[in-house]
């Protein structure tokens, strides 16, 4: 199995519902290191996974839809509690979406999955695996 | 499939039997940062894998119980070699009775599998992955 | 000279004010990874530029009083721009605050400087230096 | 199941073949940071998945035949694109062919599998994954 | 003193002259992983050292024309050997000199000093600090 | 101002003496990423400030005199308390001798000082600078 990794960042301000959270429950903010991973079983005929620049602008792209603003204000993620895991799985069906519409080239829908890591800092971060 | 991975470290001193481990044999020491990670087929109720502040706490309790010691004198070691990807395993079966005994929530167990890395250094890490 | 450093992290919501800030006029937020480097000329008796136990809590306890808020309703930042530079000066002065009160104990206040670095992202951070 | 890593690096020259890679048809290079895994599901009599030292030293040969090169002028890679993920597979290869040789020692031929990752950035990275 | 870094990459090939480099006179290449750090006494009005935005975009700019090259056939390169400390001193050029034309703005010109720092792996990196 | 940096680490046992030390006070260990810095106002006729080669290998045979030892048992260090600050110092003495004997080449006699940096977790490091 093949894979290959691309990162970008987001800067966002949110707060938690849920006792569980104690003071991240106030509007706090992060950032966001992400990290997302194209995963292929065959290599395509050009030798790769998927063509890391492009990669890179569908992952910048998704990102751009979050950055910079307050998602506790976000209309599409009023139902969720944007948590770290959460936030992850997010970004990954937004960036599988984007596959699916052709958006990294035709062969790029052979991929067989998608992984979504995101650091909140250095001593925690959190990923989502998902097919593609 | 979810993970949150929580990062901590240990400071410790042992030494290694047998010939392979070559100059490793003689009373030394490593730092160790640890990252435990905590994986998940679906979130809980609060969106989450598990609560990443409860995760941190319960892998530096179990980390106080090795940090700033002599591992060569650990009754409850005595019949291991502690190697790196030995102590990974020591770690995970530690945080796995914790997570059996409650101590990250209800929800917690139903955790799917733990992950522990022990980097030793910038260049060398070891890690084991267990079911839950 | 010698120099020594402990990390931490706080996680806040804020906005910039100005132009030149674009999209990062809006509410937003950042985890930063904060460095505080202590230096000295001399080690002290212990051989040591300060207890880094001391140091780490010292930071911990500055962090504490910023981070999970939302830094736009601070009363105490409300005359200022919170930029990662500006933050880094805030943090830097709360600390040398707290060294001169004893804190880090006596032989620490013969500390010769302190440099402060926020982290923001992997690809941009910002530090402020100043005497003790 | 554990795991043992090492990391070492090479310096290359080399272009891409394909439109998909723009500016990299031009002859440029890159410096890849190499990470091998090496898995198992059980330890060794010594308690190790392999010899960290023997599987650095390892790493390290097969690095030794590439880096410091032009790989378009390297005959046993002119039939192929030398992506990073590709790069990835023929590090990994070269490992596994050394592993069965015996290079790691009698009880490595235990090993179950083999990650090769090669960062080619800060924000990219392949990898390639391999039974034994 | 004040301190705001950006981080970018190149990738290059080239070879160095002179017998010291060993292996590394032959055609080879590098991933640079490249931070421009600007340095001021004081803030600017808007409470920064140089907007980080701009700074990444003349950042990227100068590694533009480096990236994806040959370095040997470079003409303003010809007269010197590309090592990483070399390097180093000239994309800090290159950068000074847009700071100089006001590239980062005006108040930008009222900035200290510059350091570049090259890193060419995991275990070595170069930097070249210059007033600005 | 130039600066090359090479990185190697050791693997050490000790224990510290003096009440601040806490449980530091017990025998225990760590390992030491050490990042050594060589810094000169001016190349050389290749155009380094150090070969880089040698520079890591007067490092690596720095640290071969520590590694895979209990410092509590050297000789050399009986009149120390081997803090990290402390042995950072060691460090950078001992790659000065090298350097003033010779070790690195007749050029490397120019260099302008040295700095070593000990990094004990990914929380903690230490620093000593010197000039040559």
Known sequence: MFGVTV????????????????????????????DATFRRA???ADGIVV?????AEQLHAVLAGLTYRNLDEEAKLADINTSTERLAQVVADRLAARVHAGALGDTARELDGLVVTLHESHIAWASYERPL
Chains 1, 2, 3, 4, 5, 6 share one sequence.
Do not use: K, W
């Not at 063509?51 to 990669?55: E, L, N, Q, T």
């Open 42 to 44: 065959a290599l395509d």
């Open 51 to 55: 063509d890391i620049g492009r990669a």
């Open 7 to 34: 990162r970008d960042h987001m800067m966002i301000a949110h707060s938690l519902r849920g006792e569980v959270f104690g003071p991240a429950q106030r509007l706090h903010g992060a950032t966001y290191v992400v």
